[in-house]
């Protein structure tokens, strides 16, 4: 029998292989996710996400100069809010001289070439742990369309590039762009979470940043009611198109490896820059395996990041970005 068509032909060796990639991981491809906190001179690791730290200003000042340098230009920050400090409102969110603020601030003093993303939500600021204000023990949608359009100005004032709105409230994104317009931050972006699904894979985020919905009476104890049920596809579409004529300038699928299907799909519809949450519970998962000795943790972290980008992210939020940074500069 002849085969006349042999598909190892272009598989013999390194080289053929590599004239024939279709989809090349670069640090050009990572936004780093970042957790800050109050203090001085410290980080705390956090246990559930191993190598990963809650640092105070100072500590991420100095890990945002060695990322640029290791080729990752993008970082998406979060707070760790003091308890104190916490109300309904997320009064502390548009706190000119808040840690977001000021951690803004200091990293585009220091390394004024970083893209600076940070998260627009109420979640770590509420009392409730909830993502928007509480009403009459409902989420109250309107209500925090106004908050987080406030918050976004306040975060463009201290010098983020780009706010990224992971609340899943409706209508947020013209909310934002409108205020963002109004007053005067014509150029900064939104990364809008579009299609956000309701996920156990958040876990270990909530642990790091304390911020799971709190056990109160009457108020719902998950984030159902506004993130996606993952039982459905066709309804990220619909949001994605939302978001897209709102204003967003970059849409975001999350979580990241169990959800491929959508954004090879999202993909498919949309031209706009797609960015793929490489979540937490991801990271943990291939942390603990690697920890046992049962993968090869290098391996599979350029191997999970490249599939992400096979399946059509332009973008890939990880808390993998520095390791595999420094696997792909060697
Ligand atoms: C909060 C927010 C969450 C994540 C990013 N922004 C958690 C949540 O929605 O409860 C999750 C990120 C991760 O798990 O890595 N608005």
């Given at each position: 029998m002849i085969i006349f068509s042999r598909n190892r032909r272009l598989r013999t060796n390194e080289s053929i292989r590599s004239l024939v990639r279709e989809t090349v991981l670069t640090t050009n491809d990572f936004v780093m996710p970042m957790f800050i906190m109050e203090g001085e001179n410290t980080q705390e690791a956090i246990p559930s996400m191993p190598g990963i730290f809650r640092r105070t200003i100072d500590l991420t000042v100095k890990e945002c100069k060695e990322l640029f340098t290791l080729g990752v230009k993008a970082v998406n920050i979060y707070m760790k809010v003091s308890e104190n400090l916490k109300d309904n409102l997320g009064t502390?969110?548009?706190?000119?001289?808040g840690l977001m603020q000021r951690t803004i601030r200091e990293i585009k003093n220091a390394v004024p070439e970083m893209i600076i993303m940070p998260d627009v939500a109420l979640d770590p600021y509420s009392i409730y742990g909830h993502d928007g204000i509480i009403t009459n023990g409902q989420i109250d949608n309107d209500a925090t369309n106004e908050v987080l359009a406030r918050m976004s100005v306040s975060l463009a004032e201290a010098g983020a590039d780009i706010v990224a709105p992971s609340?899943?409230?409706?209508?947020r994104v013209a909310a934002i762009r409108e205020a963002l317009e109004e007053t005067g931050h014509?150029?900064?972006g939104i990364l809008s979470y579009a299609a956000k699904y309701a996920s156990s894979y958040y876990g270990p985020f909530r642990s790091a940043l304390d911020s799971?919905?709190?056990?109160?009476?009457?108020?719902?104890?998950?984030?159902k009611t506004y993130q996606m049920d993952?039982?459905?596809?066709?309804e990220a579409l619909n949001e994605v198109y939302k978001d897209i004529e709102e204003g967003a300038d970059i849409i975001m699928i999350k979580p990241g490896l169990p959800y491929l299907d959508i954004v090879a799909k999202v993909r498919q519809e949309i031209d706009l820059p797609i960015a793929v949450y490489n979540v937490s519970g991801e990271y943990a998962m291939l942390k603990a395996a690697a920890q046992n000795g049962w993968l090869d943790n290098d391996k599979a972290i350029i191997e999970s990041l490249t599939c992400i980008k096979r399946a059509g992210a332009d973008m890939i939020f990880t808390y993998a970005a520095k390791e595999a940074a420094i696997l792909l500069n060697h």
């Open positions: 502390e969110a548009w706190n000119k001289d609340d899943m409230m409706d209508g014509i150029n900064v799971a919905p709190k056990d109160f009476n009457e108020i719902p104890k998950d984030k993952f039982h459905n596809s066709r």
